[in-house]
T-cell receptor, first 115, second 112 residues
Framework: GAVVSQHPSWVICKSGTSVKIECRSL??????MFWYRQFPKQSLMLMAT?????????EQGVEKDKFLINHASLTLSTLTVTSAHPEDSSFYIC???????????FGPGTRLLVL | QKEVEQNSGPLSVPEGAIASLNCTYS??????FFWYRQYSGKSPELIMS????GDKEDGRFTAQLNKASQYVSLLIRDSQPSDSATYLC????????????FGKGTHLIIQP
C-alpha cells in the first residue's frame, strides 16, 4: 500500500518561533498533498491543498501567511507554522495521493505543543 | 456549509456482535465516500471506500451507500476488542473542490 511519512512526530516550541513539518510519500509520486488539523475531541479539518509545483489552496479561515506550504517535489510537502502561538497547538496530519488515486493516504501526524 | 454528521457515541457492542455505524452528508455533489478508523493519538487509517449505491463488502466490513438519502453506513461483523476506536466518515467535496470533509466520528467500544 501507499506509505506517507511525517517528521517530526511531535514538537514542543516556544511562542513566537516557527516550526516546519515535513510530509513525504515513500512509494508513490504525490501529485496532490493535503494538510489537516485536529484539535482534541474534534474531527479533522482541511487546512489546505497543494499540487506539486503550484501554490497551495487554503481553506476559508486559514491564514496563508501563517501556515506556509511548499510542495516543491512529487514526494515532499512542508508546512511551516510561523510565529506559533499556544492556540496553534494541535495534531497536524498530512495526506497524499497521485492523480490515479481516489483515496488519500494519511501520514502518522505531528503533534505540536506551543508553550 | 457542507457537513458530515455522525453520532459521537460511545457505541458499546458485545464482542462477536455486529456494530453498525451511520453517517449523513449534506453535499449532494459528493461522489466518493470513505470510512477511516482512528485510534487514540494516531492518524486515520482507511477501512473502506465506496462510490456507488448499494453494498460493498471487504472481510468483516460492509459499507452501504444511499445517495438519494445521503446516507452512508459501515457494518462490522464479528466485532473484536481491537475494533474499539473512533470511526470517521469522510466525504469528498463536490463541485470540483478537492479534499475530504470529515464527520466528528463515532467512538466504538467492543466489550469482551
Amino acid at each position: 500500500g501507499a506509505v506517507v511519512s511525517q517528521h517530526p512526530s511531535w514538537v514542543i516550541c516556544k511562542s513566537g518561533t516557527s516550526v516546519k513539518i515535513e510530509c513525504r510519500s515513500l512509494d508513490f509520486q504525490a501529485t496532490t498533498m493535503f494538510w489537516y488539523r485536529q484539535f482534541p475531541k474534534q474531527s479533522l479539518m482541511l487546512m489546505a491543498t497543494s499540487n506539486e509545483g503550484s501554490k497551495a489552496t487554503y481553506e476559508q479561515g486559514v491564514e496563508k501567511d501563517k501556515f506556509l506550504i511548499n510542495h516543491a517535489s512529487l514526494t515532499l510537502s512542508t508546512l511551516t507554522v510561523t510565529s506559533a502561538h499556544p492556540e496553534d497547538s494541535s495534531f497536524y496530519i498530512c495526506s497524499a495521493r497521485d492523480f490515479t488515486m481516489e483515496t488519500q493516504y494519511f501520514g502518522p501526524g505531528t503533534r505540536l505543543l506551543v508553550l | 456549509q457542507k457537513e458530515v454528521e455522525q453520532n459521537s457515541g460511545p457505541l458499546s457492542v458485545p464482542e462477536g456482535a455486529i456494530a453498525s455505524l451511520n453517517c449523513t452528508y449534506s453535499d449532494r455533489g459528493s461522489q466518493s465516500f470513505f470510512w477511516y478508523r482512528q485510534y487514540s493519538g494516531k492518524s486515520p487509517e482507511l477501512i473502506m471506500s465506496i462510490y456507488s449505491n448499494g453494498d460493498k463488502e471487504d472481510g468483516r466490513f460492509t459499507a452501504q451507500l444511499n445517495k438519494a438519502s445521503q446516507y452512508v453506513s459501515l457494518l462490522i461483523r464479528d466485532s473484536q476488542p481491537s475494533d474499539s476506536a473512533t470511526y470517521l466518515c469522510a466525504v469528498n467535496r463536490g463541485g470540483g473542490a478537492d479534499g475530504l470533509t470529515f464527520g466528528k466520528g463515532t467512538h466504538l467500544i467492543i466489550q469482551p
